[in-house]
Each structure stands twice: as structure tokens, then as C-alpha cells.
């Protein structure tokens, strides 16, 4: 059975800096593309970011591109979202899945409990 444990959201100010975590288990993790998503109060969940198995290349959103980096540590089953220069539309819960693009994960369903970000003044 998958298990995503999320950490490392926080509430912060528009322009700081979060690092979320995502540690894996239940999964082959280094034979496995992994995707960070998101949901806002009201919204469904969106798509953020993906990164190829053996983080040989990544996808973004055009809202975080260029502002937030997706990598991962297979020795450690973990799968890392850098988000910089953090604006108000960025609130949300964040979660992990395996999966690389938007179309990869509309059936998965083993969601963990997420990560809250908000970004408020």
C-alpha cells in the first residue's frame, strides 16, 4: 500500500522561501516519476510540478515555473518542492504522487494528508 507522508509547510510572507518533503514508501520509489499538487480552499487539486524517476529532467505549471524546483533523493525515498518568491495564490494544501504529468495522476487515490502553505501578509 502507498504511503506519502508530507511535511514542511508553514505560514510565510508573500517573497519567503518553503521547502516541502514528501518521504514514499509502498512503492518501487526509484523506478517511479513523483509529482507535487496542490488544492486551495474551494478549488480541485492542480497539477504543480513533476520529476522523472531518476530526476534526470522535471515539469512545472506555468504559475511556479521559474519559481519553484521539484528533486528527489531516491537513497532516502524522498521527493523535495522548492518553492521561492511564494505569492498569495500559492495557498494551499500540497501533496506528492507517483506520477509525472497532470494525466498521470487523475486515477491515483492514496493521497497522504498533505502540507498547508499559506502566504499572507
Known amino acids: 500500500q502507498v504511503e506519502l507522508v508530507e511535511s514542511g509547510g508553514a505560514l510565510a510572507q508573500p517573497g519567503d522561501d518553503l521547502r516541502l518533503s514528501c518521504v514514499a514508501s509502498?512503492?518501487?520509489?526509484?523506478?517511479?516519476?513523483m509529482s507535487w499538487v496542490r488544492q486551495a480552499p474551494g478549488k480541485g487539486r492542480e497539477w504543480v510540478a513533476g520529476?522523472?524517476?531518476?530526476?534526470?529532467?522535471?515539469f512545472y505549471a506555468d504559475d511556479v515555473k521559474d519559481r519553484f524546483t521539484i528533486s528527489r533523493n531516491n537513497a532516502k525515498n524522498t521527493v523535495y518542492l522548492q518553492m521561492n518568491m511564494l505569492k498569495p495564490e500559492d495557498t494551499a494544501r500540497y501533496y506528492c504522487?507517483?506520477?509525472?504529468?497532470?494525466?498521470?495522476?487523475?486515477?491515483?487515490?492514496?493521497w497522504g494528508q498533505g502540507t498547508q502553505v499559506t502566504v499572507s501578509k
Open positions: 504522487a507517483p506520477g509525472l504529468l497532470p494525466e498521470h495522476i487523475t486515477s491515483f487515490n492514496s
Open positions: 509502498g512503492l518501487t520509489f526509484d523506478t517511479q516519476a
Open positions: 520529476i522523472y524517476s531518476d530526476g534526470s529532467d522535471a
